[in-house]
């Protein structure tokens, strides 16, 4: 069954250092998104990407943040400066139509900002 | 905006049933889903409703009422492995990623 992939799983950074988390998506999948679990909170939105352009960002996403398509199979979320708080689970999702109702995510890179 | 209101815990026993209801309020409504997440593991898709009623996939179903911004997972036979974080999700639109509720975590005790 295909499946989300995602890498590094977990990682370790020191605070105000830059991070790359990659994804590879489903492949026939044409939208994918990021989103962030706090440990024990909610699952949180931070981006969708359709058409190589980002199609929908929250709050959280903000200029500390980018994501980019630099092939045809990754999809990366950079984290510039990173901060305490953004200690969290990323996790990489795909879907084959908008709306998605139904997501796929991958298992996750955990980041650990020290 | 969204909001989605779950419960955050509920216990039951192995071999029960157990529902777990989920309200929200939305600026937009395409339909419900519902994840399952395992301690340190990804969600995963369990059931969308984007009508009215019950949808049935095995041990698990999934009720919508539109009208009532409503909706429920409703797991039979419960298992151990079910022990789990339950989330609702709003798709807002045709276009709008999920929004997730704050999950539900179900421990199944013997």
């Known amino acids: 069954e295909p499946e989300v992939t995602q890498t590094p799983s977990h990682q370790v950074t020191q605070m105000g250092q830059e991070v790359i988390l990659r994804c590879v998506p489903i492949?026939?999948?044409?939208?994918f998104y990021w989103y962030r679990q706090i440990l024990g909170q909610k699952v949180e939105f931070l981006v969708s990407f359709y058409n190589n352009e980002i199609s929908e960002k929250s709050e959280i996403f903000d200029d500390q943040f980018s994501v980019e398509r630099p092939d045809g199979s990754n999809f990366t979320l950079k984290i510039r400066s990173t901060k305490l708080e953004d200690s969290a689970m990323y996790f990489c999702?795909?879907?084959?139509?908008?709306?998605?109702?139904?997501?796929?995510f991958g298992e996750g890179s955990w980041l650990t900002v020290v | 905006g969204q909001s989605l209101e779950q419960p955050s815990e509920v216990t039951a026993v192995e071999g029960a049933i157990v529902q777990i209801n989920c309200t929200y309020q939305t600026s937009g409504f395409y339909g419900l889903s519902w994840y399952q997440q395992h301690d340190g593991g990804a969600p995963t898709f369990l059931s969308y409703n984007a009508l009215d009623g019950l949808e049935e996939t095995g041990r698990f179903s999934s009720f919508l009422s539109r009208s009532d911004s409503y909706g429920y997972l409703l797991l039979q036979e419960l298992q151990m492995k079910d022990s789990a974080s339950y989330f609702c999700a709003v798709v807002p639109s045709g276009n709008t990623p999920l929004v997730f509720g704050k999950g539900t975590r179900l421990s199944v005790i013997a």
């Open positions: 492949s026939n999948h044409l939208y």
């Open positions: 999702a795909s879907s084959a139509s908008a709306g998605g109702n139904t997501i796929y």
